[in-house]
């Protein structure tokens, strides 16, 4: 008796081939439709207006662009390294609590911690009125204070907040790193230093890329943080130009020339695992075990966790739970917070669900057919979290109003209504862009779950006659459900958080959260959205909490006196 007896015969699955074929390059036909429409509204555009652009608009915006990322970049890495390197190696008193406390900056919003710093650190704030009460000046002009409204207050501002992207990747290499590589190098003489410097880093080297190429992209995206502490980098340069400047070739332009920072960003991320293939072993391995740290030893490791915690998490929470207290935001409720919550709760539910049906789709069709086209439809549709919001809502606009005209059309052949704008005048214009913009998020975590799912169990569930589908639901979906829970749940904050398609694609009359604080910060009264901040706080701790609930692994810990 052969398998094809008793399995799907040949003609039947050729078609669930095909299906899923066609799947995957809608997908990634989907996700490239905002690129290829920038580009020919950017062609189309005045040659006067890329004059205009190129002489007194582009050349700050590139600076204060690279500057920014540049300054992030190193920045995030020697803080979230250097911490992932302290909890993972080293023993000291309160280790536990770090690591469950370095990864809190990244529930916060940047555009939300520059706000507070500004209330802070500013002239009338209450560190420079301590500090001219202390020192007996009457004005901020008879003293030199360091402005948070600069770019280097905006390179300090979102390194706080994005260090997690690196200290999650840096952590979850270091502890998987076998203890045989750091015994050996001990015996060889090696010092701590050089032990993080030639051994543990050049392993983790892969992922170290993945995590800073994901915090620049982060900060690249950025609009609130930028425009308030007035650095005038590309993707803000794209909104005032589009907004301010009612000009939208003129944004498509800049937009066009801003893909040149993310590709370079994703070649930084591939040139990081260039030639480097790791291979773990289905056994146990022995972790690393850590150096206890005594005395000052032990101080200097507990200041260099408390200090990222506490000025990228304690004191932005503390500042907004004080002025929500102060201000009386929770006696005096705003009725329309209650409505602008609900909204944007509906759109990231929405937007979530639709992403990780999606991404799970896209991953079990990869799964089945296998192949050069899958394998580059796959990562085609992976590149809507490498397009900056500003850039995604400018490239959707052609889309989305030609889906409209198109829907409007049939209404009108089959004797219908005319429709208007169906999708661009609507709040489905944002559910759209968060699902190409967090895409990525859900694809990766679903094949991350499948990945754990032995191929010999679908040739096993075939042989009994179970369909495609039938697998996919029985099998697939069950056995995932832990890497899909996960991704949901960062996907769906993602969407709480996200400021610049919300700007730009949103409907008349619909707030969200997130433009719900931004028109509080453009009129100078950001405290009265401080509510709405801690809210989506609240909701982001979740998510950070669950990437980390896994990552602890407890080696015992070697002895001072053995090291």
């Known amino acids: 008796m052969t398998p094809i007896a008793i399995g799907t015969p040949r003609a039947l699955r050729l078609p669930q081939h095909a299906l899923s074929r066609i799947f995957l390059i809608l997908l990634a036909a989907a996700v490239l439709a905002p690129l290829i429409s920038l580009s020919i509204f950017a062609l189309r555009g005045d ?4 004059t205009h652009l190129t002489a ?23 803080v979230g390294i250097g911490t992932a390197w302290i909890v993972t190696a080293f023993e000291f008193p309160g280790r536990a609590t770090w690591c469950w406390l370095l990864p809190l900056p990244l529930a916060f919003p940047t555009y939300i911690v520059a706000y507070v710093y500004v209330d802070i650190f500013e002239p009338i704030g209450p560190v420079q009125s301590a500090f001219r009460t202390m020192m007996g000046y009457s004005t901020a002009a008879e003293y030199w204070f360091p402005s948070v409204r600069s770019l280097p207050g905006a390179i300090l501002i979102f390194s706080l907040v994005l260090y997690p992207y690196v200290y999650l990747a840096a952590r979850a290499m270091f502890i998987t790193q076998s203890a045989s590589l750091i015994e050996v190098a001990r015996t060889l003489g090696a010092t701590r230093f050089m032990l993080a410097r030639h051994v543990a880093l050049p392993l983790a080297r892969p992922a170290l890329a993945v995590g800073l190429s994901l915090a620049l992209l982060e900060a690249l995206n ?31 332009q800049i937009a066009s020339a801003m893909l040149v920072f993310v590709v370079a960003l994703m070649a930084l991320e591939r040139y990081g695992r260039r030639h480097r293939r790791f291979i773990v072993s289905p056994r146990r391995q022995r972790t690393v075990p850590r150096i206890a740290l005594a005395g000052r030893d032990a101080v200097f490791a507990l200041v260099a966790c408390a200090l990222p915690v506490v000025f990228g998490f304690v004191l932005p929470f503390a500042f907004l739970a004080y002025e929500v ?19 944007t709760v509906t759109l990231a539910a929405t937007a979530t669900a639709i992403a990780i049906g999606l991404g799970l789709s896209a991953a ?50 089959l004797g219908g209504p005319h ?70 749940l960062l996907v769906f904050v993602d969407c709480l958080k996200e400021l610049p398609a919300t700007l730009l694609l949103r409907p008349l009359n619909v707030e969200t959260l997130s433009t719900y604080i931004y028109q509080f910060a453009t009129r100078g009264n ?22 980390t609930r896994f990552s602890e692994i407890a080696p015992a810990p070697v002895p001072p006196s053995s090291r």
């Open 364 to 413: 079990i069709a990869v799964r089945m057919v296998r192949g050069r086209i899958a394998t580059v439809c796959i990562v085609i549709a992976g590149l809507g979290y490498a397009i900056p919001g500003t850039v995604l809502a400018l490239g959707l606009l052609t889309p989305l109003v030609g889906t409209d005209n198109f829907l409007n059309a049939i209404s009108k052949a």
């Open 222 to 252: 950025d609009i609130g943080a930028s425009e308030y502490l007035g650095v005038q980098t590309l993707t803000l340069s794209i909104f005032t130009t589009w907004i301010n400047r009612s000009s939208l070739p003129g944004a498509a």
């Open 56 to 78: 007194y608009v582009l050349p700050r915006a590139t600076r204060d662009t690279a500057i920014l990322l540049s300054g992030v970049a190193v920045i995030t890495a020697m």
């Open 47 to 50: 040659a006067e207006i890329w």
């Open 526 to 547: 950001f405290e009265e959205g401080s509510l709405a901040a801690l809210i989506i706080v609240a909701v982001g701790i979740l998510p950070v909490i669950h990437l």
């Open 419 to 488: 429709l208007g704008l169906v999708l661009a005048g609507s709040s489905a214009a944002l559910v759209i862009a968060y699902v190409i913009r967090f895409l990525a998020i859900a694809t990766g975590s679903a094949q991350a779950g499948l990945a754990r799912i032995s191929p010999h169990i679908d040739d096993v569930a075939r042989t009994l006659g179970t369909k495609p589908t039938g697998i996919a639901w029985s099998i697939h979906v069950p056995l995932s459900r832990p890497a899909l829970g996960g991704a949901a």
């Open 325 to 343: 207290a102060g201000r009386g935001l929770l006696l005096g409720f705003d009725p329309d917070l209650l409505r602008y919550t609900a909204t």
